[in-house]
């Protein structure tokens, strides 16, 4: 082989260099990046409306054994959902917060996954591929959140009442909240905050300027859940 | 040698044996399933009827990853009609005899899809079920 030859072979191989799976396009609108706002003041005690419309349209069973239980999205003591926040936020305390998936900016359940079950799309969303989860539930211990839930048994005699639009899940998958991209397909909002009439949620792009999440974020003082951990979540809670 | 003609016999039992399931449906009788068409009477499905027949699989399976992992929701077919990617809604919206369709041919091949552990049979009338 002359030198001609050799420079030729390595030219073409260049073009087998593999491309990493992160510049491959994974889903969603390319540009977006979905977030949501949880307003303190305006979410109050007891109303549960947000949790019904969620797990109403996404076929989320009711189980009462908590051990089984699942859950997309639902409400917790304020300090068990901010442990690190000091006691001079004592008004707050004993508050029931909402919670569900804070779809990182850097999910920790997206690289435990062997399957790559779960994913985050181009706009942010983390999201599942059900039909890929083998049930080992390496997310489950990732996530530090408790956003998802594992089925341990058939989820449908739980469902009060199937929605025909949407899948169930089934024995032996984990589960959480998908940010409605099944909604969004359809340039609605997640089904949370629009059934909240406490107008508390905001939903919106963070790369717009003038998006309702960011004009809150401007305006008003936000934390997120356990931000030291850096898995930067999408989900805001105005204070 | 005196044993040639048991050893023989023996031989050709063996490989009847072994050839049973070659000969075997035709002697049971069994038929291929007759499918029952859509009951709206459509004429025509996503792709051409034989492409359907043998591939249908692979085709639910693009239709999977591209509604999943891609977030694509409409698929072009071959003759540059639109369809909604939705087995639920699509497939089952022509397909609404499950049970004389899709279930017919595979008891009858024994196969076991698990796609409706999840995916919710529409029930006739709209009504969920």
């Known amino acids: 082989m002359n030198r001609r030859d ?9 073009f087998s260099i593999v491309v990493p799976a ?10 977006k990046r979905w977030a949501m706002t949880i307003d303190l003041r305006a979410c109050s005690n007891g109303c549960t409306d947000c949790i019904e419309a969620c797990h109403r349209i996404h076929n989320v069973p009711d189980i009462p054994d908590g051990n089984r239980r699942i859950r997309w ?13 000091p006691d001079y936020r004592r008004d707050l ?8 998936c804070n779809h990182c900016e850097n999910p920790p359940c997206v690289p435990v996954c062997p399957v790559k079950a779960t994913f985050k799309r181009d706009d942010g969303i983390v999201m599942m591929d059900y039909h890929r989860c083998i049930g080992c539930r390496y997310c489950m211990a990732a996530c530090p959140y408790g ?37 969004l397909a359809k340039n609605l909002i997640p089904a949370c905050v629009e059934a909240c009439k406490e107008k508390g949620l905001a939903f919106g792009d963070l790369n717009e300027e003038r998006s309702q999440v960011r004009l809150l974020l401007a305006s008003r003082q936000a934390m997120q859940r356990k931000a030291h951990l850096g898995t930067k979540p999408k989900v805001f809670y105005l204070l | 040698m005196r044993d040639k003609i048991l050893i023989l016999a023996i031989i050709i039992a063996v490989l009847a044996g072994l050839a049973v399931p070659f000969f075997y449906s035709k002697i049971a009788g069994g038929t291929a399933p007759v499918l029952a068409p859509p009951p709206g009477g459509e004429k025509q499905c996503v792709e051409p009827v034989e492409y359907m027949r043998k591939h249908h699989v692979d085709l639910l399976i693009q239709w999977r990853d591209a509604r999943v992992r891609e ?20 497939c089952l919206g022509c397909h609404s005899n499950k049970a004389d369709f899709c279930d017919r041919c595979h008891n009858y091949l024994r196969v076991n899809p698990r796609c409706f552990d999840c995916h919710v049979i529409p029930a006739k009338g709209g009504a969920a079920k």
């Open chain 1, 147 to 183: 956003a998802r839930s594992f089925n341990w048994q058939d989820p449908r005699p739980f469902i009060h009442a199937i929605d025909k639009d949407y899948p169930t899940r089934t024995k032996g998958v984990v589960e959480k909240c998908s940010f409605c991209e099944e909604r």
């Open chain 1, 73 to 85: 999205i639902w409400t917790s003591p304020f300090e068990a959902l901010f442990p690190e926040q």
């Open chain 1, 93 to 100: 305390k004993g508050r029931s917060v909402m919670a569900l």
């Open chain 2, 71 to 90: 977030g694509v929701l409409k698929y072009v077919a071959s003759d540059g009609k639109g369809y909604t990617i939705s087995l639920s809604s699509t």
């Open chain 1, 6 to 14: 050799f420079l030729r072979l390595m030219a073409l191989g260049a």
């Open chain 1, 22 to 31: 992160e510049l491959l396009p994974a889903g969603g609108t390319p540009g």
